[in-house]
């Protein structure tokens, strides 16, 4: 979890603080609580502030940038109405998690690292594991190799703006990818770059929620809700390339698909309906 940023200094130990005289600008920059959101928002996009940083107390902010405390109250309000900031009662203010959740598109075959940059975040990875051995029973069938082939397994903490919103674990023939640490980034970076691009998966998302050490893991409370989503992905000669099984934080993101009436009438796509729908239709 992102620690206070209480003083409003800058992260990894530079000690320009954020919330100084002088740093609201001048008249001509609007009125004075405005310039104060603004100064607030830039801290949040430049990653002075992070999720779950605490601001400096009212008072405090008032002393620091030589203004009235109504005009702290005031910006401070506004950025919570918007839901950039959030109060916990009688403990103060802090940085939310970002109000826009991610857009991730469900009928496009696109990689984390792009979806992130599409959408304007910056998206990062801590690597949990990188490794390559001999495929287990399961692997072995899921990536449709014989048991023993080698497979590389790479275990990472995806990020955006520096916030860790899912666990991926992503099992790829080695054949693909033989040596794990000269993935960078992106998975589907250093498949392109072998040229073993994925050109079709196929992903299922289902409702779960977090165990302790994915929880830990995600910033979040064990129990909370998550998608867990599975993506098999396909080379032009029906191979798989990639086996991906990732946990998602289910405050962090959109899943959106297109969807259209199929010309020849409904459901000639679709595999079978669920027991629901079954149950439902008598
Ligand atoms: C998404 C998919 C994963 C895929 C990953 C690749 O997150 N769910 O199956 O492995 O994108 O992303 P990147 O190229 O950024 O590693």
Redesign the pocket.
């Known amino acids: 979890m992102a620690g206070p940023a209480a003083e409003g200094t800058m992260r990894g130990g530079a000690t320009t603080p954020l919330f100084r005289p002088g740093r609201l600008g001048g008249e001509e920059a609007g009125p004075l609580y405005l310039r104060l959101q603004s100064l607030i928002r830039a801290g949040i996009a430049e990653g002075r502030l992070r999720t779950n940083d605490a601001l400096p107390a009212e008072r405090e902010l008032a002393v620091q940038l030589g203004v009235s405390r109504v005009t702290v109250r005031k910006a401070l309000r506004g950025l919570v109405d918007e839901g950039v900031l959030r109060q916990r009662h009688g403990s103060g203010t802090y940085v939310g998690r970002p109000a826009e959740r991610i857009r991730q598109p469900l009928s496009r075959l ?7 940059t599409a959408s304007g975040h910056v ?1 990062g ?1 801590r690597w949990l594991d990188r490794s390559s051995g001999p495929a287990t029973a399961e692997e072995a069938e899921l990536l449709g190799i014989a048991p023993g082939a080698a497979v590389t397994r790479l275990t ?1 903490l ?1 990020l955006v703006d520096g916030d860790p919103v ?1 666990i ?1 674990r ?1 099992i790829v023939p080695a054949t693909a990818i033989p040596d794990a640490a000269k ?1 960078g ?7 392109a770059g072998a040229g073993m691009q994925p050109v079709r ?1 196929v ?1 299922r998302l289902a409702a779960v929620s977090l165990g302790e050490s994915e929880a830990r893991l995600l910033e979040a409370a064990p129990g909370s809700a998550a998608v867990a ?1 599975e ?1 098999i ?1 396909y080379l032009p000669d029906g191979s798989v390339v ?1 086996c ?1 099984r ?1 946990h998602y934080r289910g405050d962090a993101c959109d899943f959106v698909a297109e969807l259209s009436l199929s010309p020849n009438g409904a459901g000639t796509e679709a595999g079978p309906a669920s027991p629901t729908h079954q149950k439902s239709q008598g």
């Open positions: 696109t990689s984390f690292t792009e979806d992130m998206p990875t990472r995806r899912a991926e992503a993935v980034t992106s998975l589907y970076d250093a498949l998966a992903q989503i993506r992905a990639e991906t990732s």
